[in-house]
């Protein structure tokens, strides 16, 4: 809007500019043909005439020059004398009077004698007449009053400053026209920058620009809504299909289970429907993570956001971290700074658990040999700062790199992060419906390193989904996620949530 | 009825394969009336017939849905239902619960759980006095014996009673024994608040319980200090 300001003030003023110098330049040429160009032609040549005749014995004689000028200009001359008579002619015309009253002076040589445009000079105690052919010349009279010409310093100003105004306001309305119409298109193109349709009236000055506009933004609707469908199928996809997994997993796991508690079997036997039975819950963890992740990348899981005091929160996942699955190995500390101890925030609390918990799984699951883990809340001004950090072996080199990606999604804020968001989505994706050979593979070398563990903790959340889901529900939350390996070993993880002014 | 193992249970799921994996669970584990059908037509039919005591629901059915055939049920009789469904979304787990479902259990399963859950619904429903005698916990720390219903500490130092502040933390820790308890919960269930701005008067009620119920106040061994998260009750022998 303000740059439109700028484009109509820039354009009536260069308009007025234009108009005023034109006037100028205008008047300029005006007076200078006025005062040089007549004088030459006319009186000058009447006086020339006038010196050239001469009274000889013989009357009245126009010499050389003189008649020759007559002649070239196809003119004729007369000479009367004080009563008004002609005493003397030169090619006078038949219509022409030979005598003339003072009136009748008085009228030609102001106006016309016998539409003949005529000039007069003095010759003598008579008039020399020197007369044009008819349609030749105009003769004008010009009075102007005195007063009005003494005042000439102030009606030239005057008159440039009102056209000036004129001006002015002539393009300012021609500009304001252009601007409605310019307005119309700008607030178009800030509409299709928004994703609302846009349909501007096709008429005026400026229709065919508004044409195109239409047509971008019906484009780029259409677009966007091929995308949605897509993103929509997408996620519709892979929640059916994890839908669909689950009757069938849940009779794989309901015998190897029962098998596992037969007291008719062998010990080795029991440990092989113990090893089918857990990676049934394996997949179901997974298929559970990657719905939630394609449903969190879509913005379609619901969140059900209410005040929640974090501190609490994240106490409470690591006492049941600690009760239930962490080992002798690993050693898991909380320290919540003293303002961060009250604070709240607006958020689901399922989600924020889920985000806290594979945190500290992801930490136990690279650290099979165990690690300290430290979680420390700190609270600086609007923003919560939760640091989840290990002493363990740090991020794997190929995680680090995928991580590392989306490191830059936080520096470069929105735009560029919403395109590595889905680039990472794309991946995960990817080894799920794409890259069927690369899914075998990958499944398989998680079965070889995993298969033998006994503990079900370690094989919580080894899939890649723990992290991105993480970065997904922070975000869901106005947040954003860094992930970092420390160089006295081990990674952090840092989390910025905002939080409620209270 | 002698037990829960003569109720009728009526299995409805359109999967035939989860039908038989249920059926044979719910037999291995003594279950003897189990009926089973693959539709809601066919769930209706023997729901008339047959009057089952428990019913295990699918949500998804070939002509119908889980939820609309337990309001038909309903309509008729307070029999109990559990779900047994492949949807996991909270969504479709509130809105079974909120219709009046006794439990609602996603697939996959563990055998196990579903067993635990269909005695716990039976007990609830049909042998609720199996319940309903609701003696508080006694037992013993080491030498010290602890009774709740009296709120006695007897030890060699003499005897003792637990404050209500006092009592009330020590149920909590009881009930979660060998498990942390954040100092949140503990404040939430003696005062009903959070844990900001009670820290200090929650170490002051945990040192006096220390000073009844642990031999050495100052090196606690059953109630253990966990750092930045809260306590924990070990060494629990119930008497």
């Not at chain 1, 300029?28 to 001469?54: G, H, M, V």
């Not at chain 1, 004129?166 to 299709?192: C, E, H, P």
């Not at chain 1, 165990?370 to 939760?386: A, H, P, S, V, Y």
């Amino acid at each position: 809007m303000k740059s439109m300001m700028k484009v109509l003030s820039r354009y009536v003023l260069s308009a007025a500019a234009v108009a005023v110098l034109l006037l100028v330049i205008n008047f300029a040429i005006f007076t200078i043909w006025l005062f040089t160009e007549k004088d030459e032609k006319n009186y000058y040549s009447i006086r020339q005439t006038a010196d050239q005749l001469t009274f000889t014995r013989e009357g009245y004689k126009l010499t050389g020059s003189g008649r020759d000028q007559l002649e070239r200009n196809n003119q004729w001359a007369m000479l009367l004398d004080p009563a008004g008579k002609v005493i003397w002619n030169y090619k006078l015309p038949a219509d022409v009077p030979q005598s003339y009253s003072i009136s009748d002076v008085a009228g030609f040589s102001r106006w016309y004698l016998k539409d003949y445009p005529v000039s007069v000079w003095r010759y003598n105690d008579g008039l020399l007449v020197v007369g044009s052919p008819k349609d030749t010349m105009w003769k004008l009279g010009i009075m102007i009053p005195q007063k009005s010409m003494e005042n000439l310093n102030f009606w030239i100003p005057l008159f440039l400053i009102l056209n000036t105004i004129t001006a002015i306001f002539f393009a300012l309305m021609l500009g304001l026209r252009l601007f409605r119409s310019l307005k119309l298109i700008s607030n178009g193109i800030q509409d299709m920058a928004e994703k609302r349709p846009v349909t501007l009236p096709v008429n005026g000055v400026l229709g065919d620009l508004a044409a195109g506009i239409n047509k971008a933004s019906s484009q780029l609707i259409l677009q966007e809504t091929a995308l949605n469908k897509r993103d929509n199928a997408r996620t519709t996809w892979i929640a059916g299909i994890s839908h669909d997994i689950r009757t069938p997993l849940a009779v794989a796991m309901g015998y190897a289970s029962q098998l596992e508690e037969d007291e008719g079997l062998m010990d080795e036997q029991k440990d092989l429907a113990g090893i089918v039975r857990r990676q049934c819950q394996r997949i179901k963890d997974l298929v559970s993570d990657l719905n939630l992740a394609s449903k969190l990348e879509y913005d379609m899981q619901p969140l059900r956001k209410e005040q929640t005091p974090l501190a609490p929160l994240i106490r409470s996942v690591a006492a049941d971290m600690i009760n239930d699955h962490i080992s002798e190995q690993h050693t898991l500390e909380v320290s919540v700074s003293d303002n961060a101890q009250n604070g709240q925030l607006l958020g689901d609390k399922q989600l924020l658990k889920r985000a806290v918990s594979n945190l500290i799984l992801n930490s136990i699951k690279h650290n099979p040999e165990g690690c300290d883990i430290k979680i420390e809340l700190n609270k600086d001004g609007e923003n919560f700062i939760l640091s989840v950090a290990d002493n363990g072996t740090g991020f794997p080199k190929e995680v680090f790199e995928r991580l590392n990606e989306t490191k830059m999604d936080a520096d470069h804020k929105e735009d560029v992060g919403r395109k590595e968001d889905v680039d990472l989505m794309e991946n995960v994706n990817h080894k799920k419906d794409v890259n069927h050979k690369k899914d075998v593979d990958h499944m398989e070398d998680i079965d070889h390193k995993k298969c033998a563990e006994p503990n079900d903790l370690k094989e919580q959340s080894s899939h890649g989904l723990g992290l991105t889901i993480v970065r997904q529900i922070i975000k869901a939350h106005n947040g954003s996620t860094h992930f970092s390996n420390l160089s006295r070993g081990g990674c952090q993880v840092i989390c910025y949530l905002p939080a409620l002014t209270s | 009825m002698i037990d829960v193992y003569d109720c009728k249970l009526l299995l409805v799921d359109d999967e035939p394969e989860l039908r038989r994996m249920v059926i044979a669970i719910l037999k291995q584990n003594g279950f003897k009336k189990i009926i089973s059908a693959g539709n809601c037509s066919e769930a209706r039919h023997l729901f008339a017939l047959e009057k089952p005591e428990v019913v295990i629901l699918d949500v998804s059915l070939p002509d119908g849905d889980g939820f609309s055939l337990m309001r038909d049920f309903r309509a008729s009789s307070s029999v109990p239902v559990l779900f047994l469904s492949a949807r996991d979304e909270d969504d479709d787990r509130l809105l079974g619960l909120g219709l009046g479902a006794d439990d609602y259990m996603t697939k996959p399963f563990l055998p196990r759980e579903l067993v635990l859950r269909l005695h716990a619904i039976l007990n609830r429903t049909y042998f609720p006095a199996v319940l309903s005698q609701k003696l508080k916990p006694v037992f013993s720390l080491g030498d010290i014996k602890i009774d709740l219903n009296s709120c006695e500490v007897t030890s060699q130092k003499g005897n003792a009673t637990l404050t209500a502040k006092e009592f009330a933390l020590l149920e909590k820790l009881y009930e979660n024994q060998e498990k942390i308890v954040t100092g949140d919960n503990l404040c939430m269930a003696v005062w009903g608040d959070s844990l900001y701005g009670y820290e200090n008067t929650l170490m002051v009620h945990i040192r006096r319980l220390r000073e009844k119920i642990e031999p050495i106040p100052s090196s606690p061994k059953y109630l253990t200090t966990v750092r930045g998260l809260g306590y924990k009750l070990t060494g629990v022998t119930v008497l």
